[in-house]
């Protein structure tokens, strides 16, 4: 008989109030569908409401994860085209056939879909009924949290100090705050301080997608007097829309497109978009129209920084770098799929699922030679130090002139890590921690 589960899905319900999923909220909609539709024992889902904390019946959690598909239009069921007119857009610029995409600066007000999102849960899954986690999570389940949200709230933990049976079972993705303070906010410093606190107070186990990162974490956990933990780094796989057979519908462009790059991340300081920036400004002056493209997928963190600010106003490459934030997964492993490379020169990681997104799809990769970067990509990335402008150069322009397809057809050998895989070697470990 398996234990029972009780799955947090703090972070996809937060995440609602964006446009589209992150990564990491693609990484818990991973384990809503793998637990919630196939673990062989009780599972329920734990979720923050208006009441407090509650828990609510597996059959909810499912309702909850199919509406959260449903605003976020992850599919092409769930109504329109899930970014594809955007996208069209970002081709025709590409081919030089229309504007470069400008992205609104207009800030919004996230309570419209905060709203929406609310009655929903409110008239399909119940919320915020549900009943208390201290009675109703079943006896001696694995509460599981691998979206991070929340930690940092000591309140919503509060009910695990009534249930001493539950044994509380953590994802931290990294713990890079306390390593490289200087890349994120005050604020958010000392949000991953109590996170961290919170777990060495509470984890029975601890999930890490790298040793790398495994090994930062044992550190920093240490800090805080927690000498030993059960713990297992597995790898992650690309979210299920970079692995499943493509969509019919719009998963090619109408015309074959000229070389363009990408990089997918949030605009911010640890993600290096800086030396991007400085390399497609070498790059213009030396090739001028034939110079190629780069789109950034990602959101600004800080619209008036110098990165903000050379988007905006460098007009040495006003023509060959355009944003493209909130695309949806159809529309980025579209994107993802015609790109010469996908490009992540972070300074710090302690993953990189952009690099398995992209192998996923066939792309190449060339990111910054860290240790999380080559378990990510393996033998399969080509890796280059964050400071080495001109490897970087180099790199590109190599992969630009490649018309024969050369660097692509030497990733036919890549087999993508799937997630059954990665439940296989999961499950043992939430058995027995």
Not at 230 to 253: R, Y
Request: proline residues 9%.
């Amino acid at each position: 008989m398996s234990r029972p589960i009780a799955l947090d899905l703090t972070r996809i319900f937060i995440g609602l109030l964006r446009a589209v999923p992150r990564g990491i909220d693609r990484v818990e909609f991973a384990y809503a569908d793998e637990l919630l539709n196939n673990w062989p024992g009780e599972c329920v889902v734990v979720l923050p409401t208006p009441l407090g904390v509650r828990c609510f019946e597996r059959a909810q959690g499912q309702k909850f994860i199919a509406l959260a598909r449903t605003l976020w239009r992850e599919t092409p069921a769930d109504g329109g085209r899930t970014g594809y007119e955007r996208l069209e857009g970002i081709e025709a610029w590409l081919r030089g056939e229309g504007p470069r995409p400008v992205q609104a600066r207009r800030r919004k007000s996230p309570f419209g879909g905060a709203g929406k999102a609310l009655k929903g849960l409110v008239s399909q899954v119940g919320l915020p009924a549900g009943k208390s986690p201290v009675a109703a999570v079943p006896q001696g389940a694995v509460y599981l949290n691998v979206g991070q949200s929340g930690l940092a709230a000591t309140p919503l933990l509060s009910w695990l100090g009534k249930r001493p049976d539950v044994k509380p079972v953590f994802m931290l993705h990294d713990v890079i705050p306390l390593e490289f303070p200087e890349y994120v906010p005050p604020f958010d410093l000392r949000q991953f301080r109590k996170i961290v606190a919170n777990t060495a107070k509470h984890a029975a186990g601890l999930i890490a997608t790298t040793e790398a990162a495994a090994g930062s974490i044992r550190a920093a956990l240490r800090r805080h007097g927690r000498d030993s933990i059960n713990e297992i780094a597995i790898p992650l796989p690309a979210p299920a829309g970079f692995l499943t057979p493509a969509e019919t519908e719009g998963d090619a462009p109408a015309r074959a497109l000229p070389p363009y790059f990408v990089c997918c991340g949030s605009i911010e300081p640890r993600k290096n978009h800086l030396l991007l920036l400085h390399v497609w400004r070498a790059l213009a002056a030396r090739h001028g129209t034939a110079t190629p493209k780069l789109v950034l997928v990602g959101a600004r963190w800080n619209a008036g920084d110098m990165l903000g600010a050379m988007l905006d106003r460098c007009e040495a490459f006003s023509d060959v770098v355009c944003e493209a934030p909130g695309l949806p997964t159809p529309a980025l492993r579209r994107l993802l799929s015609g790109a010469r490379a996908s490009l992540m020169p972070s300074f710090a990681e302690g993953f990189g699922l952009p690099i398995v997104e992209a192998l996923a799809v066939g792309t190449p990769v060339i990111a910054s030679d860290l240790a999380a970067h080559r378990e990510a990509g393996g033998s399969h990335g080509i890796y280059i130090d964050p400071l080495d402008g001109p490897g970087w150069i180099a790199a590109i322009e190599r992969l630009a002139s490649d018309e024969s397809g050369a660097a692509r057809a030497a990733l036919s050998g890549y087999r993508p890590w799937q997630w059954d895989d990665y439940f296989a070697r999961l499950r043992p470990f939430l058995e027995t921690v």
